[in-house]
């Protein structure tokens, strides 16, 4: 579909609520891009800005720059968190512990 403002594809699974073939309403971890569709927000972000979706705040093992999250560099070895801090895989040479990587002896 078409309007004076935008291209809005009717296809655009990221948005929650359609009026007239435009999507009005982004779903819960979306916003709206320069498009007028729905965008995915990063994985790694906790808390984002609903208008350019840039993050605020991110998960355990990132740090906020910028407005995006990047691996921090205390992450004692770990090279993949899950949302609730826990390491999910470690680099190597380490091995995973109830979500801690420990250095192999």
Known sequence: MSNDNCVVSSKDN????????????????????DQGGCSEVSSYCNDFDVFDGSCLSCYGGFSLKDGHCNRSTDSDGCVSFGKDSNCLQCEKRRYLDNGVCLKID
């Open 14 to 33: 990221l948005c929650a609520q359609w009026k007239d073939g435009i999507c009005v309403k982004c779903g819960g971890r979306a916003y709206f891009n």
